[in-house]
């Protein structure tokens, strides 16, 4: 393994109790929201808040994106407090971040970095374990780059070009060399799954998996739907393994209900990429159930968000049930409907609590009409396929 003093590497910072976090209003309008956001991904790491430092700023400051005068603001705030980390709510350059923790005398990482730290802390399958790694050694791989291209830059600089030369080629290629290891394993762990897919597949079994934004709700209501334990907390990213299970809905036989890990917003793009075997559980799904926080402000951005993930994984034609979960949380108008259908009848949206188990027989019949129009469809389908075998295509 590489040393991780040596690059950017996010580790698990058990050490660190207490963060100042960091967030820049830059004219986007939701930077409130985003603030918050920003303190449950500390919370969820087990970090304690000791300050929130805000500004405004028209753009980033090239060497320190705060500028000098909030650096040293936020200098006094981390001096106050005694915190040993500073969380920036932006993303930042290796050279921003050199800045800042030189200046600072503090680890200072980004929200990314942040993500991918809950990440490594929650991955406890071994297949989750090797996508979260793998995310990490992606994410410092474009670091050590750009931190080359930085050092080459001082070419002539005294002392420091050899070396830093030779260890970060060194970095490199160990690197390289771990980054192969693990998508070899886990490209094993992807044909297993497509093994188990062709097998569902091969038995008829039709496939839903819970999508949504992060703590929207998806395991209670998998929990719900299969009386299973799995792990829910309030916390963002509680299930980062994608758990599946059989359910029997009555009269219509069974199903298999995935439940995955939940998006957000800017969601790295180097997790995408080393989760794509657990993602590929939503996008080989004949039906999506897509959990909404009811009582999130931010719903609408979080329903956006998602389907904007899902059509980056290629999952944004599945056909979908919104789930308006968390109603017990929201005074709805007693006579708003359970759900609602489209102009083809088929349910399109349900209102539930995952929680209280009201409104969960909406989600039930849903489930049930689209079985039940599937063993519909099962007719033609069946004879196209024995016309394939006759004719030697398989
Ligand atoms: N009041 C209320 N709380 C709910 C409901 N459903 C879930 N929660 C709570 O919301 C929090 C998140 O629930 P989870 O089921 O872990 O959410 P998730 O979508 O699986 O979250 P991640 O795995 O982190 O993406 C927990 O504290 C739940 O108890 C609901 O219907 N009503
Ligand atoms: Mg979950």
Do not use: C
């Not at 929130?52 to 705030?77: H, N, Q």
């Not at 969380?87 to 800045?99: K, M, V």
């Not at 750009?146 to 690197?175: A, F, N, S, V, Y």
């Amino acid at each position: 393994m590489l040393d991780s003093s040596s690059g950017n590497a996010p580790d698990t910072h058990a050490a660190v109790d207490s963060a100042v976090l960091v967030s820049l209003d830059l004219n986007d309008s939701d930077s409130a929201e985003n603030l918050e956001e920003l303190r449950q991904l500390a919370a969820s790491d087990r970090l304690a808040i000791s300050a929130v430092v805000l500004g405004k700023r028209l753009r980033p400051d090239p060497a320190t994106f705060a500028g000098s005068g909030k650096v040293d603001e936020i200098m006094g705030a981390v001096e106050q407090t005694g915190a040993s980390l500073v969380i920036f709510n932006h993303d930042l350059s290796p050279a921003q971040q050199r800045n800042l923790e030189q200046r600072l005398r503090r680890r200072v990482i980004d929200r990314t970095s942040l993500i991918l730290d809950i990440f490594a802390q929650r991955a406890k399958s071994h297949e989750g374990k090797l996508q979260v790694e793998l995310a990490q050694l992606e994410h410092l791989a474009t670091r050590l780059v750009r931190g080359w291209t930085h050092l080459e830059r001082q070419k002539g600089g005294i002392g420091l070009r050899g070396p830093g030369e030779t260890q970060l080629e060194t970095d490199r290629r160990l690197l390289g060399k771990r980054v192969k290891v693990l998508k070899e394993k886990l490209a094993k762990f992807e044909r297993q799954r497509a093994l188990q897919r062709r097998a569902r597949r091969r038995a008829q079994v039709m496939s839903v998996s819970l999508v949504g934004y992060t703590n929207a709700g998806k395991s209670t209501l998998f929990n719900r739907l299969t009386r299973g334990h799995t792990y829910v907390a309030d916390q963002l990213f509680a299930t980062l393994d994608a758990t599946t299970r059989k359910l029997f809905i009555a009269d219509r036989g069974p199903l298999v209900l995935s439940d995955t890990v939940g998006f957000i917003r800017d969601l790295p793009h180097t997790l995408v990429a080393a989760f794509r075997a657990t993602l590929e559980e939503t996008v080989q799904a004949d039906l999506l159930l897509h959990v909404v926080d009811t009582s999130s402000s931010n719903r609408s951005e979080q329903i956006d968000e998602v389907n904007k993930v899902l059509k980056e994984i290629g999952a944004d034609r599945i056909p979908q049930i919104l789930v308006l979960n968390k109603t017990d949380l929201v005074d709805l108008p007693a006579s708003s409907p359970g759900y609602q259908r489209d102009e083809y009848g088929r349910i399109v949206q349900v209102r539930l609590s995952a929680k209280t188990g009201e409104g969960l027989e909406f989600i039930n019949l849903a489930l049930s009409e689209a079985l039940g129009e599937r063993a519909a469809l099962r007719e033609p389908d069946n004879q196209s396929e024995a016309q394939d075998i006759t004719s030697g295509y398989h």
